[in-house]
């Protein structure tokens, strides 16, 4: 059975900035499929993550901005002391309560991708050290979605994949230099496993 994905939503906590970067640079700059980020930081956070990011990513990429449409190709990063949402095809701020004590928050971005887009959402969550991101994938998995987690001996911090595993049924446990080409894979022939 085919089916075609619409959006790639990515989550990670500590130890995110170097496997984003890894990530990032393993993905063509044709890369189709918009990709929206959550990565823990503090209020306070500077552009400087974006920039960073940018520096590794053949892809153009952005802090997102509310009321953005979404756009393909493109990196969506969710800016400091705001959660990201995805409502049909356009990007949402929100200032409401931290989740999981994270402000963005992986759940949030997760819960709405897969609401706003159903089986068409692949999830991927990377390293961490908090329970974040579990809820999330469980509704991505629920409605359909494709769901990818870090293998925790390859990840930074180990916690947050390993607490996602324990609850969600993965389609790809996978080492970090794997993942890219998962996505590639699946933006390619978007068939099931």
Do not use: W
């Not at 929206?36 to 209020?43: E, G, T």
């Not at 991101?133 to 390993?162: C, H, N, W």
């Amino acid at each position: 059975m085919k089916r075609r994905f619409r959006v790639v939503v990515i989550g990670t906590s500590t130890g995110g900035l170097h496997a984003l970067s890894a990530l990032l640079a393993d993905l063509p700059a044709a890369y189709s499929l918009p990709i929206l980020i959550v990565q823990h930081r503090s209020k306070d956070s500077d552009e400087q993550l974006a920039k960073l990011l940018q520096s590794s990513s053949r892809i153009p990429l952005r802090e997102a901005e509310d009321k953005q449409p979404l756009d393909s190709p493109g990196v969506y990063l969710g800016p400091p002391d705001y959660h990201l949402l995805l409502e049909e095809q356009s990007l949402a701020l929100s200032t409401e309560e931290p989740v999981a004590y994270s402000r963005p928050s992986i759940d949030v971005l997760f819960e709405s991708a897969a609401f706003s887009c159903g089986s068409a959402v692949i999830g991927v969550l990377l390293t961490g050290a908090n329970q974040d991101g579990t809820r999330g994938l469980q509704q991505i998995k629920e409605r359909g979605g494709y769901v990818i987690i870090q293998d925790p001996g390859s990840a930074e911090s180990g916690f947050m994949p390993r607490n996602a595993l324990a609850h969600v049924a993965a389609d790809r446990v996978l080492s970090l230099d794997r993942i890219a080409a998962e996505l590639v894979q699946r933006e390619s022939d978007g068939a099931s496993p």
